[in-house]
């Protein structure tokens, strides 16, 4: 009889330390959803301490439980996960960016055209320039009349040869950027291409005072706008020369001077940029 008194007593007692050491184990985490809720409802913070305070053994038991970081093998990409959806909401997706041609190769408006020549004759330092360049240049190869006797009339005829140059420069960039381009849907600008050596940048550059850009199609055409306006722009700087230059041979040796000038403010565009 006493041995069965002492081993029920035995099982007791472990049973009793099993229920303790379970007790010990799931009361924090039990307090501590109770200690949220009563949060929620206006507790203290002083209330709700003690209940949270895990244990020794809760502590070392939740730190084993807590689920490692599976390592990421290098050189592979992280999975983005998808958004959750929300009840009565679709999941909210990011939207592409969307897809434009380039502001360089877009056709251009009748207007835009014209800004182009405005820009181009008046509202920039480089016709100024080429016009005083174009002045002293054609006042040093002006061998018609010997009147370069001072300073001051080589200042004053190189004055004359200047203001016909940037009207025959804001002639032609009428006819060229804005009338003849806008007629034949012809993109007057000079885009720059994508080619690394120093030779097929220049041959890229010269080739494009004859190709340029169409406005329907986005392709490669034959430059008439430029051709055709230069021509025109030389026939016209007819009424403003003297007497004795009004010839054909002189339209057409403008007209080519106009061409090489092109070709080496292409060139100038291709390596330092613009367009």
Not at 128 to 140: F, H, N, P, T, Y
Not at 208 to 220: L, N
Request: proline share 6%; glycine share 8%.
């Amino acid at each position: 009889m006493t041995e069965i008194v002492r081993r029920s007593t035995s099982r007791i007692s472990f049973a009793l330390m099993l229920l303790a050491l379970s007790l010990a184990l799931t009361a924090p985490r039990a307090a501590a959803a109770d200690g949220v809720e009563d949060k929620t409802k206006g507790m203290t913070k002083s209330a709700a301490a003690p209940a949270a305070a895990p244990g020794i053994a809760y502590a070392a038991f939740s730190q084993a439980m807590q689920p490692q970081p599976s390592a990421r093998p290098v050189g592979t990409l992280a999975r983005v996960a998808a958004p959750k959806a929300v009840a009565g909401k679709t999941p909210a997706t990011m939207p592409l960016p969307p897809r434009q041609p380039a502001v360089s190769t877009a056709p251009l408006t009748p207007g835009e055209k014209f800004h182009i020549f405005v820009k181009k004759s008046f509202l920039s330092y480089s016709p100024w320039a080429l016009s005083v360049l174009g002045g002293v240049v054609g006042e040093i190869t002006d061998k018609d009349h010997g009147r370069h006797m001072s300073a001051g009339d080589f200042i004053a005829d190189s004055g004359t040869h200047m203001a016909r140059s940037m009207a025959f420069r804001a002639t032609a960039n009428f006819l060229e950027k804005f009338a003849f381009a806008t007629i034949l849907r012809q993109d007057p600008r000079y885009h720059r291409s994508d080619k690394k050596s120093v030779g097929g940048k220049i041959g890229y550059a010269v080739s494009r005072v004859f190709i340029t850009q169409g406005d329907r199609c986005g392709c490669d055409q034959f430059n008439a706008s430029f051709l055709m306006g230069g021509l025109t722009a030389s026939a016209i700087a007819q009424t403003w020369r003297r007497p004795e230059d009004q010839t054909t041979a002189k339209i057409f040796t403008g007209w080519a001077s106009h061409i090489g000038i092109r070709a080496f403010t292409n060139i100038l565009s291709e390596f330092i940029g613009g367009q």
